[in-house]
């Protein structure tokens, strides 16, 4: 066969928080790697989005960083990279399991024979990953993990390099002020995204407005342009619809979601009793749901721009030659200038082409 699945971790507990490293010791190149934890609540009420019970995930050799990214950001770089979600269930209700997914993608889509990660390249990969169980969902009791990788089996390929993905700045928000992040310069980029996920806010009043610029404003790329706009124009991927399930919303709870602007939230009653449904707007990832005492509601949500991040592109996605190439600048200059009312964190995250 051509493909095949092969499990990296077969599902073990996950019920204490850690860190969890596997040697990665296939000899053939790996198109994807999945990570899955499934938390089982305990309680009915929210703690966070699911996706926040993996806090980082990391791809390494040694010293050398192959992927770093936190559970959020991986879903989100996922979104831009495949214009999709990876799976995830979005259940906050007593004794069900809240299950995400992510997807470390190592080419322009699966199978690239073109991009792949090679472990015969490497001396000692190892693949690392925190978890902690209590972080997401609503207060699981019990959780296991399980990783898989799509590996090229006996299709012959040798794939030219990878794609390397990792957080490259990050700093807390001051009201107003501007923020100068001196960019690496070391490979091509195929895209960067800014991400700031603050409950109540929507991602432009964290980074109200982006500038890029090369050589000390020798080429300017982007001119200090509202993100309000920005988030607009970088929209090449379709909505983000989730659904999202909760009991016991009597009085309003707070409840989470994967889509940050331009959110819109129906809701029905599941039970036959939940004659009382409603939903504030959400901003930042959450939103106050209203329901009847101990009755099951189920909300279908869609937006765009995933846990508060949005994406700069560089090029065609598909063709490597069209990236950015900054090997013959001195300097790449992020700056972003927060909001008036802005807080919380921004995250810088890069998605790069290393050769072998």
């Known amino acids: 066969m051509n493909y095949r699945m092969s499990e990296l971790l077969a599902s073990e507990s996950a019920n204490t ?22 938390g089982t609540n305990n309680l009915s009420v929210p703690t966070a989005h699911p996706a926040k019970m993996i806090s980082k995930i990391e791809l390494v050799d040694g010293s050398m960083t192959i992927f770093s990214l936190s559970g959020i950001q991986c879903q989100a770089l996922d979104y831009y990279q495949l214009g999709r979600m990876p799976t995830t269930v979005m259940e906050f209700r007593n004794d069900v399991m809240a299950i995400p997914t992510f997807e470390l993608n190592f080419g322009r889509y699966l199978w690239d024979e073109v991009l792949a990660f090679d472990p015969s390249k490497f001396v000692n990969p190892q693949l690392k990953i925190t978890h902690n169980k209590a972080l997401g969902g609503s207060a699981p009791d019990a959780a296991t993990l ?24 990050s700093y807390t928000l001051v009201a107003s002020a501007a923020q100068q ?5 070391d490979y091509p980029y195929r895209s960067l995204m800014i991400q700031s996920l603050t409950g109540g806010k929507q991602p432009w009043e964290n980074y109200n407005s982006i500038k890029l610029s090369e050589d000390h404003d020798a080429s300017v790329l982007i001119n200090g342009q509202k993100t309000s706009d920005l988030l607009k124009l ?17 009085g309003g709870v707070t409840c989470y979601c994967t889509p940050t602007y331009q959110v819109g939230i129906v809701g029905l009653g599941i039970d036959a009793f939940n004659g009382s449904l409603y939903s504030a707007q959400s901003y930042g990832g959450t939103f106050s749901a209203t329901g ?3 009755e099951h509601a189920a909300f279908m949500i869609s937006g765009s721009n995933p846990h508060g991040a949005m994406q700069i592109p560089f090029g065609k996605p598909e063709i490597i030659e069209d990236w950015y190439n900054t090997s013959d600048i001195g300097s790449l200059i992020l700056t972003i200038t927060a909001g008036s009312g802005a807080s919380g964190t921004v995250e810088i995250i890069s998605e790069q082409i290393k050769t072998y």
């Open 181 to 185: 992040i001196d960019l690496a310069v």
């Open 17 to 38: 928080a850690a860190t969890k490293t596997i040697d990665i010791n296939l000899a053939k190149p790996i198109s994807r790697i999945t990570v899955q934890i499934k």
């Open 292 to 294: 009847d005492n101990n």
């Open 146 to 169: 399980t990783v898989n990788a799509f590996v090229f089996d006996d299709k012959e390929i040798s794939p030219t390099g990878y794609l390397m993905q990792k957080e490259q700045f």
């Open 234 to 250: 970088f929209k090449d991927q379709p909505d983000i619809v989730e659904y999202v399930h909760a009991l016991d919303l009597n």
